[in-house]
């Protein structure tokens, strides 16, 4: 049975928290942002219990605690590395496995909100009954328009059966919403522009907790391991993928094989990695490193070694992503370098808070000018970086953030 805390103090809640990929197995910063907004909600006072996908169970599912968070795992097939086709098909019944494997465990607690995450867009189903047998509010975290992106890529066909398909599970899970957070000022206009909605919809930024970043008593130096010790390491962490145009990064590299002192380190997995591989061999990159995903505790050690952190979003994209990697950047006060699609808000906010460095996609001249600047100035690097981590704790604290999902969930 799930625990009860001291929720019954007035205008204290029971939560669910839905994710598809959750800590300590996962390297994404999803799961990591998740992990700190239900500790965050517990501090507060609240009751809080994740439920997450995990394809390795033997069981319909298990209830466990995980640095202080309940944490209820339901069995489903795999979803993180497998196939295209395999994934959707495993996607397509994540509500349904979930119902299966937590619904013995949930059906006679209070609920009083579920607030849940996308991607996935296959939650919908779930939070609708949810909904139903509780009668609790329901706070949709939107982080991906998808398939919108993959339109976009042409990956996906306009107008095609399979847009279509993905476009049924989509709405599905904006109607179950009592309120839509998108990310963004101009996500929220392109979301209103384009989906008819009676929830409430708003912008909510991503988060992060902000505190002393203490590296593990195993930690391993990537300087050392890499024989980096004397380099600038422009650092890339995350989803190495379609929507991220990875080879815009790896012109950069080549642009910079020159200078003797720069060296690129990529860590991730994703669509795009063989990509990554195959340029760095063509192009003979010999400043150019790729490590396979690591946990979050080597990830955030390995932080505090770079120097400077990337990112790229493709310029076919029609809706304006903010990557969560730039929030680990920033908390560790990482100057930003990266490149956005066009009327990204990005742009302005870390160009205006001289957080980094962000230019338009496909302007290769000026994104190599600005990791020149960062490559010749330590000083920059310093001030850029600390001025990262004061605009983390003035706009995307998770303090803030669960704060504003509670005054929509009653809290």
């Excluded at 019944?93 to 991607?119: C, E, F, H, M, T």
């Excluded at 329901?138 to 847009?163: C, M, N, V």
């Excluded at 929030?327 to 001289?354: E, F, R, T, W």
């Amino acid at each position: 049975m799930i625990g009860k805390s001291n929720s019954d103090v007035a205008n204290k809640q029971r939560i669910l928290l839905l994710v598809d990929d959750y800590l300590p197995s996962s390297s994404k910063v999803a799961a990591k942002m998740c992990h700190e907004l239900a500790q965050e909600l517990i501090r507060m006072g609240h009751n809080v219990i994740v439920v997450t996908p995990e394809p390795s169970l033997n069981t319909a599912s298990t209830l466990e605690v995980f640095e202080g968070v309940q944490v209820l795992r339901f069995k489903t097939g795999k979803l993180k590395g497998a196939g295209k086709v395999r994934r959707a098909l495993n996607e397509t019944v994540l509500s349904w496995r979930a119902w299966r494997g937590i619904n013995s465990k949930l059906k006679k607690q209070d609920i009083d909100a579920v607030v849940y995450y996308s991607p996935s867009i296959f939650w919908g189903p779930l939070v609708k009954k949810l909904k139903a047998q509780h009668k609790c509010k329901t706070y949709l975290i939107l982080r991906d328009f998808f398939p919108q992106w993959a339109i976009d890529e042409k990956i996906i066909r306009a107008g095609s059966p399979i847009e279509k398909y993905f476009r049924y599970f989509e709405a599905q899970t904006y109607r179950a919403a009592d309120t839509i957070g998108v990310m963004s000022e101009n996500n929220l206009a392109l979301f209103k522009a384009s989906h008819n909605t009676s929830a409430t919809v708003e912008v909510l930024r991503n988060w992060a907790a902000i505190g002393e970043k203490i590296a593990p008593e195993k930690h391993v130096s990537v300087r050392a391991k890499l024989n980096l010790e004397n380099k600038v390491i422009f650092f890339y962490g995350g989803n190495i993928g379609v929507a991220q145009d990875m080879a815009n990064l790896m012109r950069l590299a080549r642009s910079l094989r020159h200078r003797s002192e720069a060296h690129f380190l990529f860590v991730g997995a994703g669509d795009e990695v063989e990509l990554v591989k195959k340029l760095a061999r063509d192009w003979d990159l010999q400043n150019f490193t790729y490590l396979p995903s690591i946990q979050q505790a080597a990830f955030d050690s390995l932080l505090s070694e770079v120097d400077v952190g990337l990112f790229t979003l493709s310029k076919n994209h029609t809706t304006h992503n903010f990557p969560g990697k730039l929030l680990g950047y920033m908390a560790h006060a990482k100057p930003i370098l990266g490149s956005v699609n066009k009327d990204n808000d990005l742009m302005p906010l870390l160009n205006g808070m001289g957080a980094g460095f962000v230019r338009l996609n496909g302007d290769d001249e000026e994104l190599y000018r600005a990791a020149e600047q960062l490559l010749d100035s330590s000083e920059l690097r310093k001030e850029q970086g600390i001025n990262g981590l004061q605009l983390l704790r003035d706009e995307f604290s998770v303090e803030s953030i669960a704060q504003q999902i509670l005054a929509r969930t009653g809290g």
